[in-house]
């Protein structure tokens, strides 16, 4: 039994989650976010390695100065493209008198991280005569974006009318060699100014020789 002139203190309160969150919700390559967790009362044995389920990407050791809010940085795994993900919190953390508190989970965040690539550049002609033209042919691997082939590509011996696309992926233009040349080495050169809707900045190419 407990005496009458005994002091003591009940704590039958489970901790809460004020907020969960992540500073970016659209995550492109060479993006982190902030995460910050802020619990209603300061927790024990809580853990982020432990205690939080990151979908895509890494969240570095978590650390307060309070154990009541908590903050750390959250890295998109690379080459991914996932529109649903969620950092997720379990129950394994308890308050400092040992009543474990609920789950939790961020708002949805985007991972884009996977950059475009270029899946074809070509000529349709690749030995041009006087009178000669050629349709050139780019082919991304997904949608792009500030793409202008009079700004992005470089041509030799030659001029590149602007190239069109009904999709922003596969895109085309006329090719009309320079009158009066004679040079057997030739390309066009794609520079890396162009992203896709991310922001993801794409790869160089060039085409095969032409003549």
Do not use: C, H, Q
Not at 91 to 111: E, F, K, L, Q, W
């Amino acid at each position: 039994s407990v005496s009458a002139n005994t002091s003591y203190k009940v704590d039958n309160t489970a901790p809460s989650v004020n907020s969960f969150t992540l500073s970016d919700t659209a995550l492109k390559a060479g993006d982190n976010a902030t995460v910050t967790l802020r619990f209603s009362e300061a927790v024990a044995s809580f853990s982020s390695a432990a205690d939080i389920t990151a979908d895509n990407g890494t969240l570095a050791a978590m650390s307060s100065a309070d154990n009541v809010t908590w903050a750390g940085a959250f890295t998109p795994t690379a080459n991914t493209e996932d529109a649903s993900n969620t950092l997720s919190l379990a129950t394994s953390y308890t308050d400092t008198a040992g009543n474990t508190g609920p789950a939790a989970t961020t708002a949805n965040y985007a991972v884009e991280t996977l950059a475009p690539s270029v899946d074809n550049f070509t000529l349709s002609d690749t030995a041009l005569k006087a009178g000669d033209n050629a349709t050139v042919t780019l082919v991304f691997s997904e949608v792009v974006v500030s793409f202008s082939s009079d700004d992005d590509i470089t041509v030799a011996n030659g001029t590149l009318a602007t190239m069109t696309s009904t999709d922003n992926i596969t895109w085309t233009g006329t090719f009309t060699p320079t009158a009066n040349t004679e040079d057997a080495s030739n390309t066009l050169s794609l520079v890396t100014s162009y992203t896709d809707i991310a922001g993801n900045a794409g790869p160089a190419a060039t085409t095969a020789n032409y003549a």
